[in-house]
T-cell receptor, first 114, second 113 residues
Framework: DTGVSQDPRHKITKRGQNVTFRCDPI?????LYWYRQTLGQGPEFLTY????????KSRLLSDRFSAERPKGSFSTLEIQRTEQGDSAMYLC????????????FGEGSRLTVL | AQSVTQLGSHVSVSEGALVLLRCNYS??????LFWYVQYPNQGLQLLLK??????LVKGINGFEAEFKKSETSFHLTKPSAHMSDAAEYFC???????????FGAGTILRVKS
C-alpha cells in the first residue's frame, strides 16, 4: 500500500495562469475524490469519479475547473485563469466501492495565487 | 442534505487531562460517522469510524467516540492528553451515494505542558 500521492505539493502562480494537479490513488481503489480546503475550514467536496466516470460535481466547481480520470487510474484537476480566491489546499482521496465510507487522503497540493 | 457541526474551533487542555471534542450531525438516513486528524503539512488520517453495530468505537492513539442517535452526536474523547495529540480534528458524515464525506469545520487541539 503506497498510499495516495499528489503532485506538486506546492504551486505558486500568478493570477490568470493555468495550473494542473495530479493524483495517484491507491491502486485497487476505483473511487477517487477531490476536495478543497481553505484556512479555518474543513475539506469541501469538489467532485468524484468511479473508475473513469465523473459521477458528481459540486457547485463549487466553476467552469474554470475541470477534472479527468481518463483510464480510471490517476486523475488531474486543472484550474484555468486562476484567481486569488482559488488559493487553497487541494486534497485527493480514494476508496473502494462497497467499503464502509472510509476515504484515504493524500497530503494535498497547496496552491497560492499571487 | 447532510451536515456536521463541531463545537469549538479551538480546544486547549493540559497534558494528562481529558480530551473532549464535540460533533453533532444531521442526516436523513442512518449515517456513517468519522473522525479524522490532520497534523501540520500532512494529509488527513482516519482516527475512527462508526458504521453499524456497537455505538462506542475505539480508534488509534487511545481515542474513542460514542454514537448517540437521540442526540445526533459523535463526540471524540481521550482519557489523558499527550503532547503528540496536538493537531486539527475533523468530524465527517457519510451515507449518500458514492460515500462522499461531508466535513465539519474542524477543531484545533492544543495540549499544554
Amino acid at each position: 500500500d503506497t498510499g495516495v500521492s499528489q503532485d506538486p505539493r506546492h504551486k505558486i502562480t500568478k493570477r490568470g495562469q493555468n495550473v494542473t494537479f495530479r493524483c495517484d490513488p491507491i491502486s485497487e481503489h476505483n473511487r477517487l475524490y477531490w476536495y478543497r480546503q481553505t484556512l479555518g475550514q474543513g475539506p469541501e467536496f469538489l467532485t468524484y469519479f468511479q473508475n473513469e466516470a465523473q459521477l458528481e460535481k459540486s457547485r463549487l466547481l466553476s467552469d474554470r475547473f475541470s477534472a479527468e480520470r481518463p483510464k480510471g487510474s490517476f486523475s488531474t484537476l486543472e484550474i484555468q485563469r486562476t484567481e486569488q480566491g482559488d488559493s487553497a489546499m487541494y486534497l485527493c482521496a480514494s476508496a473502494r466501492t462497497g467499503a464502509t465510507g472510509e476515504l484515504f487522503f493524500g497530503e494535498g497540493s497547496r496552491l497560492t495565487v499571487l | 442534505a447532510q451536515s456536521v457541526t463541531q463545537l469549538g474551533s479551538h480546544v486547549s487542555v493540559s497534558e494528562g487531562a481529558l480530551v473532549l471534542l464535540r460533533c453533532n450531525y444531521s442526516s436523513s438516513v442512518p449515517p456513517y460517522l468519522f473522525w479524522y486528524v490532520q497534523y501540520p503539512n500532512q494529509g488527513l488520517q482516519l482516527l475512527l469510524k462508526y458504521t453499524t453495530g456497537a455505538t462506542l468505537v475505539k480508534g488509534i492513539n487511545g481515542f474513542e467516540a460514542e454514537f448517540k442517535k437521540s442526540e445526533t452526536s459523535f463526540h471524540l474523547t481521550k482519557p489523558s492528553a499527550h503532547m503528540s495529540d496536538a493537531a486539527e480534528y475533523f468530524c465527517a458524515v457519510s451515507r449518500e451515494y458514492g460515500n462522499k464525506l461531508v466535513f465539519g469545520a474542524g477543531t484545533i487541539l492544543r495540549v499544554k505542558s
